[in-house]
């Protein structure tokens, strides 16, 4: 590796081929690049190669709790990295793609990637940038956040992100000034309904013209990331908690982060089955996972905008079960029992699903008061 990084002038088209090279090159080798975007310089890597991307956060002085977003050259390039796109999310990459627009949304759970601590997410975005799309047209999806050490003003100029972050960007690309340092702005897409995570240079009215019914930033807070092992409250020594998980890799991770709370006490949980489709494909994997709890109730499934499918309920999972920790529950007012009547001081009890059990914490927490 070298230790004195490279600097191109993309300014003139006839250099970018060259400079395209030379990127590719550097992001092989596991480096970063400083890239031009259409809202500021942004620090750019391998978005599969973990020992980059950990290279990038770096380079910004940033830890794994703050993943970057992933640039991608096409909004076709996205039924690859994410799934279950809602059909509004789709309308707005039709509608703000090429541009300063990111989606938060699923993951594809076969990507061999690591971004940090996503919970299962990705953050997309076409940027509207001829250089900065024609590298990706030729290396793929790329982490990209802004060309700055965490704390300081984005850059603007290839200049001022040098300044920042010197040597550990293998190769600087200058295409001049940016004209403003709005950031893209942040819509939340794993919720409903969707949430303005971070506002910037997409005018939340422009975005509401498509999604009508759009949260602004700061509002909606019984959704998104506050439903990411949620508190709900505590009665009797049981805490109540609450996660949006709706695969079984969430929920495992969800019941594993419960595990750790406990702190050698039980955990319990109520599961109630997102979608007759992802029920059908992956109860096995959804009962494996539940079995990192002591107690698993799961209700019937939330259908959302599916028809029932014969034979496809909550048992579905509950019958891949080796013992009697994954119990069938279809009601609420079952599981909530269940749960309450096993629950001793210290123990968790997590209500887990993207539909309407996220309602059940208060319930619960009704029913261990009345004990």
Known sequence: MTDVSDFIDVSDPAALENAVARAREVLADRRCVVLPTDTVYGIGA?????????????????????????????????????YDVPEEAEALA?????????????????????????RGTV?????????????LYAVGPMAVSSANRTGMDAATTADAARSMLGESVALYLDAGPRESRDPSTI????????RVARQGSVPLEELRAVVPDLLAEGLGSFHGSSRRFDPKGEDGGVRVFDDYAHHPTEVAAALTAARDVAQGHR???????HLYSRTREFAEAFCRALEIADL??????FGAREEPQPGITGAAITGHASDDRVVSTPSAEEAIETVVARARPGDVIMTIGAGDVTALGPRILSALAQR
């Open 123 to 135: 953050a997309l975005r076409v940027p509207d940038d001829a250089v900065a799309r024609e590298l």
């Open 187 to 194: 819509v939340d897409c794993t919720v409903t309904p969707f």
């Open 267 to 273: 955990v319990l949980a109520v599961f109630q089955p």
């Open 296 to 301: 698993a109730c799961v209700t019937d499934v």
């Open 46 to 82: 391998d978005a599969f190669s973990p020992l980059a991307v950990a290279v990038l956060l770096a380079a910004k002085g940033r830890g794994r709790t703050m993943p970057p977003p992933v640039l991608i050259a096409d909004r076709r390039v996205m039924a690859g990295l994410a």
């Open 94 to 118: 039709e509608r703000f793609w090429p541009g300063a627009l990111t989606l938060i949304l699923k993951s594809q759970p076969t990507l061999t990637w690591d971004l940090g601590e996503t």
